[in-house]
Structures are given as structure tokens and as C-alpha cells.
């Protein structure tokens, strides 16, 4: 039998520092944005009675103090679901008096070394907050290569989940496949790949609220069980069931997140939701495929990614 994961970034979005605004703002923005936000995905997994990972990015507190990373992780925490770590490097040399100023935005844009003093660095950060010593890792944009690896398996991080199909190979740059959905033992950590479905022939779609409409997402978790395969890794974000400027509900991104969550939950006796603090059994090495592309599914998408573009994001 197979898990599935559902993973949800948390973090500050970049855009709203470099805007000027002040940690508060950011949080409501980012975390808490018009009600469907961290707290409100929370309680929807819980009245579902699944599990999910929240990959929390603690780099901001070099900037913004502790005390906002310190509540995420309480509320993660305090729902019964676990935290892993996040990672953007560009937080590295941002400042309160100049937003202008930051470190490159990709990891993989950083030495072996640099990348290992980054790791260190934010997972002491996340453990500041509050959160057990992290045994997964997901880069902020996917952004990752096999020296990442090597620096999450020299800092005791079992688990990694930046290799994405749909963004390989940059500036998700393990040297995998991007077809390649299956865990595997790559540079002393196993990789658990983000989800992706075929788009078109050769071209790949994550697994994400707001990539995937609820007919795919329904079809691609129906497939994973059909095919035994080995694990369904599905992305979400803090801020993604909110419009962009975070003032409104995305009602296109919150249905599909509904409908996810009840998706998951009627299929839990054959793909059961998994922390991986549990360290839950993983066939590793298969040969797992994607969903093949279905041009009725694609059409359908389309029109509701217009509606939700055109629509939804333009919510009052």
C-alpha cells in the first residue's frame, strides 16, 4: 500500500516584504490570508481526520524576530500534524531598512558548502521556534541539486521532497527524472518526489491546488491506487487558497482543496494519509509512472483556470 502526503510551504511571500510591509501585515498575508489560510487548512484536515506536513520556512526571523515562526509551529503542532523544514536563501541578507537587499533566491545557486551553512542555519531557526529536530526538507522553488542532498544527509535530514518534475531541470536540478513520482535513495537521503501528472506528451504538471482542477486530482489519485504506487505527494501553500494580494478567498482553490480533502479521506483504507516523522514504509526504487495526459481533462482545466484567473483572483 501506498501514502500519500499532502505538504503544505509555509512562509512569508517574499513580495509582501519587499512591499514595505511589517511582519504583521506579512503574517495575515502569507499565513492567515482572508480566512483560508494556515489556521482554516488546519481545521479542514482535522475534520477529515488527515495528515499533513507543514514545510516551514524560518529564514524571515533573521529579520522579523522568532515570535511569528514560534506561533506557525504552536498551531501546526498543537493540530497534531507535524512541521518539516523550508527553505528560501534569499532571506539570508534581507533587512527591515532596505528591501532591496537579499541573497540569491535559488539554493542551487550556492556552493555545497554554502548550501550545508544554509541548512544549518535554518533548521536551528525552526528549532528556535519550537519545532522537533526536522527529518525533511523541501527548497523554496524546488531548488535543489544533489549536493543539497548531500548537505541534508550530513545535518541528519532523512527525507527530501524538491525533486518536481514540472520544474526540472531548473530550478529543480536533482540529477532524477523528471517523470520520476517514486522514492529513492539518492546521495544518502531518500527523495520523495513532488507528484506530477502528464500534461501534454512529455510535459509535466505538479500535483498542487492550484495547478490541478478536482477532475485531475481525482484521476491522478485514482491512478496511484490502481498502479500500487509507492507514494502521492501533493503541494499546497499558505497563502495559495487566498487571491495573490491575499484579501479575498480564491473560491476555485478553496473548492479544489475541499474537494482534495474528501477525495483523500474516502480513499484512506488504500492511501492513507502520512507524517514522515513516522517514517512510514516506502518502496523505494520503483518505476512508478505519471498519469498520462487525457485532452478532456486538459480542456476542462483550462476553463476553470480561466474562471479563477479572470474570476476568482479578482475577488473583492
Not at 83 to 98: C, G, S, T
Not at 214 to 242: K, N, P, W
Not at 270 to 293: E, K, N, S, Y
Request: net charge neutral; charged share 20%; aromatic share 6%.
Amino acid at each position: 500500500m501506498g501514502h500519500a502526503f499532502i505538504t503544505i510551504d509555509t512562509e512569508f511571500a517574499w513580495r509582501h516584504h519587499a512591499a514595505g510591509l511589517d511582519a504583521a501585515a506579512i503574517h495575515a498575508l502569507s499565513v492567515e490570508p482572508a480566512g483560508v489560510g494556515l489556521g482554516w487548512q488546519l481545521g479542514v484536515l482535522a475534520a477529515h481526520g488527515l495528515k499533513a506536513t507543514f514545510f516551514v520556512d524560518p529564514m524571515p526571523a533573521l529579520v522579523y524576530g522568532i515570535e511569528p515562526f514560534a506561533r506557525i509551529v504552536a498551531a501546526v503542532l498543537g493540530a497534531g500534524q507535524e512541521v518539516q523544514l523550508h527553505l528560501h536563501p534569499n532571506w539570508m541578507r534581507a533587512r527591515a531598512d532596505d528591501r532591496a537587499a537579499h541573497a540569491a533566491f535559488e539554493l542551487i545557486d550556492f556552493s555545497a558548502h554554502g548550501q550545508r551553512e544554509l541548512l544549518t542555519k535554518a533548521r536551528e531557526l525552526l528549532m528556535a521556534a519550537g519545532a522537533p529536530a526536522p527529518v525533511a526538507f523541501r527548497s523554496g522553488s524546488y531548488s535543489a541539486n544533489d549536493d543539497t542532498l548531500a548537505a541534508l544527509a550530513a545535518i541528519g535530514i532523512a527525507y527530501d521532497s524538491s525533486h518536481n518534475g514540472a520544474h526540472h531541470p531548473w530550478p529543480s536540478a536533482i540529477s532524477l527524472e523528471p517523470e520520476r513520482i517514486a522514492p529513492a535513495v539518492r546521495r544518502g537521503v531518500i527523495e520523495v518526489p513532488v507528484t506530477v501528472i502528464e500534461d501534454r506528451s512529455g510535459a509535466y504538471r505538479n500535483f498542487q491546488i492550484c495547478a490541478l482542477s478536482g477532475g485531475e486530482m481525482r484521476a491522478a489519485l485514482d491512478h496511484a491506487i490502481a498502479q500500487d504506487h509507492a507514494a502521492t505527494t501533493i503541494v499546497g501553500h499558505s497563502f495559495e487558497l487566498a487571491t495573490r494580494a491575499g484579501t479575498a478567498p480564491n473560491r476555485v482553490h478553496v473548492r479544489r482543496f475541499q474537494a482534495l480533502c474528501g477525495l483523500l479521506a474516502a480513499r484512506r483504507d488504500v492511501l492513507p494519509t502520512a507524517h514522515f516523522r513516522d517514517r512510514p514504509a516506502l518502496a523505494l526504487g520503483r518505476d512508478d509512472r505519471p498519469l498520462g495526459p487525457s485532452a478532456w481533462r486538459l480542456r476542462r482545466r483550462q476553463v476553470e483556470q480561466l474562471w479563477s484567473n479572470l474570476v476568482a483572483e479578482r475577488a473583492a
